[in-house]
């Protein structure tokens, strides 16, 4: 009976503990640098640090393959790489290709529902509220983007207008293609963040009605 309520405290101790250290996660700004690309098929590069270099997350991803490390006290304690199935794709032939793309259009929201002012408000103001959470000290954001629907292209062009003026200290050079399909991004930012405002923040918008019928429309099928 004494073992047993020996092991019972020490698992709650262990318990106690990770529960603090969670806390602490969601309390401590973590620092962050981050990059990504669309030019050229789709990159990107991320990396977080905790309480100085304590903890520290860095992440590549470029098309289907990623590397992902893990460090503690700036030594790498894990690495975990993964590749993508370009070769098995290639096999598959014109029909897979085919398929993907209608499957594409038949699960994607349609225009009416994205350009629903309500849901682009929400996301204004949730991007509002992120930039206030994030605090980059740098960031610049420059790149073309057009859309198969002109219309969609002239949406997305006013909300870059307004994306401009709330980053007054950034970098910010968006252009509209009107003639062509094209995303052509260049993303960088510096800073630090605070894990759970970050967190609340997203899950308050998520739980929105306009973006839950967005996220959660397959479900509902």
């Not at 260049?186 to 894990?195: K, W």
Request: with cysteine.
């Amino acid at each position: 009976m004494v073992i047993l309520l020996i092991i019972l405290k020490i698992f709650l101790y262990l318990l106690l503990l990770l529960l603090g250290l969670a806390l602490l996660l969601l309390i401590i700004p973590v620092n962050y640098r981050g990059q990504v690309l669309t030019a050229e098929g789709f990159r990107v590069q991320l990396a977080f640090g905790w309480a100085g270099k304590l903890l520290g997350i860095s992440a590549e991803i470029e098309g289907e393959d990623y590397d992902i490390a893990l460090r503690i006290l700036n030594k790498k304690v894990y690495t975990h790489k993964g590749k993508g199935q370009e070769a098995e794709k290639e096999r598959s032939g014109g029909k897979t290709e085919k398929k993907a793309k209608d499957s594409k259009r038949k699960k994607g929201p349609g225009f009416k529902e994205l350009a629903d002012r309500t849901l682009i408000n929400e996301i204004l103001e949730y991007f509002k509220r992120v930039l206030n959470i994030i605090k980059p000290k740098y960031m610049h954001l420059y790149g073309t983007y057009g859309f198969d629907d002109p219309s969609l292209t002239g949406m997305v062009s006013g909300a870059a207008a307004i994306i401009k003026a709330m980053i007054p200290h950034g970098r910010v050079g968006l252009y509209p293609d009107f003639t062509r399909e094209i995303i052509d991004l260049d993303l960088c930012a510096e800073g630090s963040m605070t894990v759970g405002s970050l967190a609340y923040q997203t899950v308050r918008t998520a739980l929105k009605k306009p973006v839950r019928k967005i996220l959660f429309r397959r479900k509902k099928k």
